[in-house]
Structure formats: structure tokens, C-alpha cells
């Protein structure tokens, strides 16, 4: 069975500085991969996505996430925060023989101080 | 603005009672998901349709069930509510069964049961 864990549950970030949000898969294929952002009182809007070819992919709002297939990771990065990145980001997995349903994690809270 | 919408968007209802969530998927996308959001179990996968026809389940209870129209609209019944089945119900799309495929996600139906 396919799974995702989001070891941090919360995270807090000053405006500015660097942000990492980990994610780490279960799945016995090639995993489709996606990073969605919930912002309060909204729906999830996709980041960015993963399925093949370059491991680095580039979403929007200035997110990148990178695919490691040897650490079954599929971390979320940017290089400078901003107050309005504040959310709630949830990586998902699915797949071929997934019947096409994703997979979510449980989901890492950012916080930015000013 | 995804293209998806649900309705109604708040919906507060007692024990014991029926409540059915609509959703319209963007323009040309053929598949419909439905999501469970809650804070105890997280983002959770109930049922797939494409075209009319149902194509994968997940956690989705027996007191629960879903349908796709003609016009592609989905409804999801929710009977015999109880407390637990408080949450967020979201309502996702897609252009068809690829697991490649991006879901957009509509801005979702808070269910209070009391």
C-alpha cells in the first residue's frame, strides 16, 4: 500500500530565509508526486507535480522540489520565504495501478515570522 | 480559482440526517474525486467517477455514496450522519484517468453535524 509521512508537523520560518519541507514516500512503482498548498479556509492548489524525466521540477510561486528516488523522498524547497507562503502544504502520492487516487500526507504547517 | 465548484459551502445538520454535496468539475474534465478532510484521519480518498461511471473506491462508508450525471456534475450522500462525519468534504477534477494528471481541487463543503 502506497503511503507519504511528513515528519514536521509544524514548521516556522522568518521571511526571507530558505524553506524545506520534507517528504518521504511509500510505493511499490514508479510514484507520481505532487506538493498542494491549503491555504486557511481554502482548497488545495497544486505546487508542482513529478512523474518522470528531470528529478528537479519548478512549480509556481517560486517552489522547486527534487525527486530522490534512493531516499524516497520528494522534498519541497524555496529560497526565500515570503508572509503570504503561511499555509498548510501536503505531499501526495498515486500511480499506475493506484486507481488514480492520490495518497496525501498529514501535512506540514508553515509559519513565517516577520 | 480552479474551475471547480461545490456547493453549498457550509452545511450544519443533525445525527440521523441525509445531506448531499454537489460539484461541477472544469470545463472538459471528465473525472471527478471526492476527498474527506478531518483532523483525525487527515486528507482521505472516497471515490473516483469518470464519465458517469465509477472507477475507484477508497474509505468511503456504506452510509455514503456517490454518483456522476450525464453533464458530468457529481453528487456525494452522506446518510445516517453521525459526529464523526464532520469535516471538510472536497471535490476534485481532472481531465481523465491518468494518474499524471493534475486534480484541481474545488474550495471544498464544511459538514457540522450536531
Known amino acids: 500500500a502506497q503511503s507519504v509521512t511528513q515528519p514536521d508537523i509544524h514548521i516556522t520560518v522568518s521571511e526571507g530565509a530558505s524553506l524545506e519541507l520534507r517528504c518521504n514516500y511509500s510505493?511499490?512503482?514508479?510514484?507520481?508526486l505532487f506538493w498542494y498548498v491549503q491555504s486557511p479556509g481554502q482548497g488545495l492548489q497544486l505546487l508542482l507535480k513529478?512523474?518522470?524525466?528531470?528529478?528537479l521540477v519548478q512549480g509556481i510561486k517560486g517552489f522547486e522540489a527534487e525527486f530522490k528516488r534512493s531516499q524516497s523522498s520528494f522534498n519541497l524547497r524555496k529560497p526565500s520565504v515570503h508572509w503570504s507562503d503561511a499555509a498548510e502544504y501536503f505531499c501526495?502520492?498515486?500511480?499506475?495501478?493506484?486507481?488514480?487516487?492520490?495518497?496525501f500526507g498529514g501535512g506540514t504547517r508553515l509559519m513565517v515570522k516577520p | 480559482d480552479s474551475g471547480v465548484t461545490q456547493t453549498p459551502k457550509h452545511l450544519i445538520t443533525a445525527t440521523g440526517q441525509r445531506v448531499t454535496l454537489r460539484c461541477s468539475p472544469r470545463?472538459?474534465?471528465?473525472?471527478v474525486y471526492w476527498y474527506q478532510q478531518s483532523l483525525d484521519q487527515g486528507l482521505q480518498f472516497l471515490i473516483h467517477?469518470?464519465?458517469?461511471?465509477?472507477?475507484a473506491k477508497g474509505n468511503i462508508l456504506e452510509r455514503f455514496s456517490a454518483q456522476q450525471f450525464p453533464d458530468l456534475h457529481s453528487e456525494l450522500n452522506l446518510s445516517s450522519l453521525e459526529l464523526g462525519d464532520s469535516a471538510l468534504y472536497f471535490c476534485?477534477?481532472?481531465?481523465?484517468?491518468?494518474?499524471?494528471?493534475?486534480?484541481?481541487f474545488g474550495p471544498g463543503t464544511r459538514l457540522t453535524v450536531t
Open positions: 476534485a477534477s481532472s481531465a481523465g484517468t491518468s494518474g499524471t494528471g493534475a486534480k484541481y
Open positions: 510505493y511499490g512503482a514508479t510514484p507520481y
Open positions: 513529478y512523474f518522470s524525466g528531470d528529478t
Open positions: 501526495a502520492v498515486g500511480g499506475v495501478g493506484a486507481g488514480n487516487m492520490l495518497t
Open positions: 470545463s472538459g474534465d471528465l473525472s
Open positions: 467517477y469518470y464519465n458517469g461511471e465509477e472507477r
